[in-house]
Nanobody, 118 residues
Framework: QLVESGGGLVQPGGSLRLSCAAS????????MSWFRQAPGKEHRLVER?????????????HYADSVMGRFTIFRDDSKSMVYLQMDSLNADDTALYYC????????WGQGTLVIVSS
């Protein structure tokens, strides 16, 4: 099970840190990712955008061009947690953010909503 938290309303230029708590499996074996989906399209899996990925152990990360230099993904396997630090937020970052664990299986959380607005 994956449970996201930390979403909310933030002004342009602000920051948020999203958290993803994992339970029921060994997080350390899985690549962990954050995806996002524009409001109103929550039921269309194909339209989820990959935001960031961190490899098992945390050695490698990958970011979408749109968030490069602004977002940071990191993990704490001892706490079964994955985080997404989001800085310099803008309106285009408004979305439902999902946590994903992937190995041979794939697990998704229910999402946490981020709204960037003045």
């Amino acid at each position: 099970q994956l449970v996201e938290s930390g979403g909310g309303l933030v002004q342009p230029g602000g920051s948020l840190r999203l958290s993803c708590a994992a339970s029921g499996f060994n997080l350390g074996w899985f690549a962990m990712s954050w995806f996002r989906q524009a409001p109103g399209k929550e039921h269309r899996l194909v339209e989820r955008e990959l935001v960031a990925t961190v490899s098992p152990g945390g050695k490698f990360t990958h970011y979408a061009d749109s968030v490069m230099g602004r977002f940071t993904i990191f993990r704490d396997d001892s706490k079964s947690m994955v985080y997404l630090q989001m800085d310099s937020l803008n309106a285009d970052d408004t979305a439902l953010y999902y946590c994903q664990a992937s190995k041979t299986q794939t697990y998704w959380g229910q999402g946490t909503l981020v709204i960037v607005s003045s």
